[in-house]
C-alpha cells in the first residue's frame, strides 16, 4: 500500500482555484521532487499534507490516515520543514530541540536526539543562539526539529533555497540518509536538486498535474542525433517515422542533425542502415538526451499554448 495517497486535490482561496484535482502516490521509500514555478501549487499541497490547510475538495491519505479527520496521526508519523522555518533566534540550539522533542511527545530517548543533532552535524553549535548561525546552519536546525521523532514521511519544502554550494552538497547528502529511514517529499522550483536527489519527480503547474514518472522515463526520447559527412537532411526526412530533421552544427567536415520520432519509434538502427546504403561516413549515432530542465519547459510551453 502506498504510504501517501492524494486523490482529486483541489484548494480555493475565495475566488482563486490554486489546486485543481491533484492526484498521485507515493511508495515508502521513496524520495519524490515536487515541481513547479512559483505559485504552481506546490506549498499549498504541502500544507494540506502536513494539515495546516483543509482541501476544499479531495483526500489526502499518509500511513493510511485522513489529514482531515486524523491530523493528530498524521502529524505524529509526519515531519515538516516549511520554506522558512519557524525558528526562535534567542534560543539555544539544544534549548529549541529539547522544548521541540517535549512539543511532540517524543520519549526521554538521548539516541533520538543524538541522532537528529548529529544527522545534522549541529553538535558543535549547541549552545548557540539559533539567531547567530548562517543560515544554512538554520536550515539544519529546522530539520533537525523534523526528525527528532524518526518520521515515516518528511516533506522539505525548499529545503536548498538560499544556500551556498557547499551547504547544498551538505543537505543533499543529508536527504539521502534520512531516506534510509523515511519516505521524503522534496517541494521545489530547483530542477538540479531534483536530479540530485530524487527517484521520481511530479511536476505542477497552474495547480494542475503535468507530469508523474521517474526522472529516466521522463528524459528518455526516441529522437535520436547523427553526424555524417553529407548533406543527408533529405534522405533522413524519408525514413518511416520520422517526423522533422533538424541540422544543429557542422564541424570537421561533419553535418550534425537531430532526428525527430514521430512516436516511440526507434531510429538508430534505421539510420544506420540508410547511412550504409548512402555510403555515409558516420561520426556520431545516438539516442537523443534531453534534461528535466527541457522537460519542464516543453510543458510550461505546452501550458501556455493552451
Same mark, same amino acid.
Given at each position: 500500500?502506498?504510504?501517501?495517497e492524494?486523490?482529486?486535490?483541489?484548494?480555493?482561496?475565495?475566488?482563486?482555484?490554486?489546486?485543481?484535482?491533484?492526484?498521485?502516490?507515493?511508495?515508502?521509500?521513496?524520495?519524490?521532487?515536487?515541481l513547479?514555478?512559483?505559485?504552481?501549487?506546490?506549498?499549498?499541497?504541502?500544507?494540506i499534507l502536513?494539515?495546516?490547510?483543509?482541501?476544499?475538495?479531495?483526500?489526502?491519505?499518509?500511513?493510511?490516515?485522513?489529514?482531515?479527520?486524523?491530523?493528530?496521526?498524521?502529524?505524529?508519523?509526519?515531519?515538516?520543514?516549511?520554506?522558512?522555518?519557524?525558528?526562535?533566534?534567542d534560543?539555544?540550539?539544544?534549548?529549541?530541540l529539547?522544548?521541540m522533542?517535549?512539543?511532540?511527545?517524543?520519549?526521554?530517548?538521548?539516541?533520538?536526539?543524538?541522532?537528529?543533532?548529529?544527522?545534522?552535524?549541529?553538535?558543535?553549535?549547541?549552545?548557540k543562539?539559533?539567531?547567530?548561525?548562517?543560515?544554512?546552519?538554520?536550515?539544519?536546525?529546522?530539520? #533537525?526539529?523534523?526528525?527528532?521523532?524518526?518520521?515515516?514521511v518528511?516533506?522539505l519544502?525548499?529545503?536548498?533555497?538560499?544556500?551556498?554550494?557547499?551547504?547544498?552538497?551538505?543537505?543533499?547528502?543529508?536527504?539521502?540518509?534520512?531516506?534510509?529511514?523515511?519516505?521524503?517529499?522534496?517541494?521545489?522550483?530547483?530542477?538540479?536538486?531534483?536530479?540530485?536527489?530524487?527517484h521520481?519527480?511530479?511536476?505542477?503547474?497552474?495547480?494542475e498535474?503535468?507530469?508523474d514518472?521517474?526522472?529516466?522515463?521522463l528524459?528518455?526520447?526516441?529522437?535520436?542525433?547523427?553526424?555524417?559527412?553529407?548533406?543527408?537532411? #533529405?534522405?533522413?526526412?524519408?525514413?518511416?517515422?520520422?517526423?522533422?530533421?533538424?541540422?544543429?552544427?557542422?564541424?570537421d567536415?561533419?553535418?550534425?542533425y537531430?532526428?525527430?520520432a514521430?512516436?516511440?519509434?526507434?531510429?538508430?538502427?534505421m539510420?544506420?542502415?540508410?547511412?550504409?546504403?548512402?555510403?555515409?561516413?558516420? #561520426?556520431?549515432?545516438?539516442?537523443?538526451?534531453?534534461?528535466?530542465?527541457?522537460?519542464?519547459r516543453?510543458l510550461?510551453?505546452?501550458? #501556455?499554448?493552451?
Open positions: 500500500m502506498a504510504i501517501i492524494v486523490e482529486g486535490l483541489a484548494k480555493n482561496y475565495g475566488p482563486v482555484r490554486a489546486l485543481s484535482g491533484v492526484s498521485f502516490q507515493v511508495e515508502k521509500g521513496e524520495i519524490i521532487g515536487l513547479g514555478p512559483n505559485g504552481a501549487g506546490k506549498t499549498t499541497t504541502m500544507k502536513a494539515g495546516y490547510l483543509q482541501p476544499s475538495e479531495g483526500t489526502a491519505r499518509i500511513a493510511g490516515h485522513d489529514v482531515v479527520e486524523e491530523p493528530l496521526e498524521v502529524q505524529q508519523r509526519l515531519g515538516y520543514l516549511p520554506e522558512n522555518a519557524p525558528l526562535y533566534p534560543m539555544a540550539v539544544q534549548e529549541y529539547l522544548m522533542a517535549e512539543l511532540r511527545g517524543v520519549p526521554n530517548d538521548r539516541k533520538l536526539l543524538s541522532d537528529a543533532i548529529f544527522g545534522t552535524g549541529l553538535q558543535n553549535h549547541l549552545t543562539p539559533i539567531g547567530a548561525l548562517s543560515k544554512g546552519f538554520r536550515q539544519r536546525v529546522g530539520l #533537525a526539529q523534523a526528525i527528532l521523532h524518526k518520521p515515516e518528511l516533506i519544502d525548499e529545503p536548498t533555497n538560499g544556500l551556498d554550494p557547499n551547504q547544498i552538497l551538505e543537505i543533499r547528502a543529508l536527504i539521502q540518509r534520512l531516506a534510509q529511514h523515511s519516505t521524503i517529499i522534496v517541494s521545489t522550483h530547483i530542477l538540479p536538486e531534483v536530479e540530485a536527489t530524487c521520481r519527480a511530479i511536476i505542477v503547474m497552474d495547480g498535474l503535468q507530469a514518472a521517474k526522472l529516466d522515463e528524459t528518455s526520447t526516441s529522437n535520436a542525433v547523427v553526424a555524417v559527412d553529407k548533406d543527408a537532411k #533529405a534522405g533522413l526526412s524519408t525514413l518511416k517515422g520520422v517526423r522533422s530533421v533538424e541540422e544543429i552544427g557542422k564541424s567536415g561533419f553535418r550534425r537531430r532526428v525527430v514521430e512516436k516511440d519509434q526507434e531510429l538508430c538502427p539510420i544506420f542502415d540508410l547511412a550504409r546504403k548512402e555510403d555515409w561516413r558516420l #561520426a556520431e549515432l545516438r539516442p537523443d538526451s534531453r534534461t528535466l530542465e527541457s522537460v519542464f516543453e510550461a510551453e505546452k501550458g #501556455a499554448a493552451a
